[in-house]
């Protein structure tokens, strides 16, 4: 069975940084694309980031030169600079491979001055 679970959310400053991380435990396949999604309330999810499992980065323009996906082993990591107060929303974890998709349960990230 696989589990995905975030860490890392918090409360910054407007231009402050976090560092989200999500650890996938159980049959994950290597060949997997894992990302991050991000959900206000109201509003439907939106893509962050997403990394393939050959290493393919793709990020939603709203995060380009800001944010950073990367992955090492089963940890996807998501590193966020320069952070803004429309950034402020639940970050989820998200895994597509050939046995299904998965999600994580999510993590709160808020920018407030």
């Known amino acids: 069975q696989v589990q995905l679970v975030e860490s890392g959310g918090g409360s910054v400053q407007p231009g402050g940084s976090l560092r989200l991380s999500c650890f996938a435990s159980?049959?994950?396949?290597?060949?997997?694309?894992m990302g991050w999604y991000r959900q206000v309330p109201g509003k439907q999810h939106e893509l962050v980031a997403r990394?393939?499992?050959?290493?393919s980065k793709n990020y939603a323009d709203f995060v380009k030169g800001r944010f950073t996906i990367f992955r090492v082993g089963r940890t996807m990591y998501l590193e966020m600079n320069s952070l803004q107060l429309e950034d402020t929303a639940v970050y989820y974890c998200?895994?597509?491979?050939?046995?299904?998709?998965?999600w994580g349960q999510g993590t709160q990230v808020t920018v407030s001055s």
């Open positions: 998200n895994l597509i491979q050939r046995l299904g998709e998965y």
């Open positions: 159980g049959s994950i396949d290597s060949d997997g694309t």
């Open positions: 990394i393939s499992g050959g290493d």
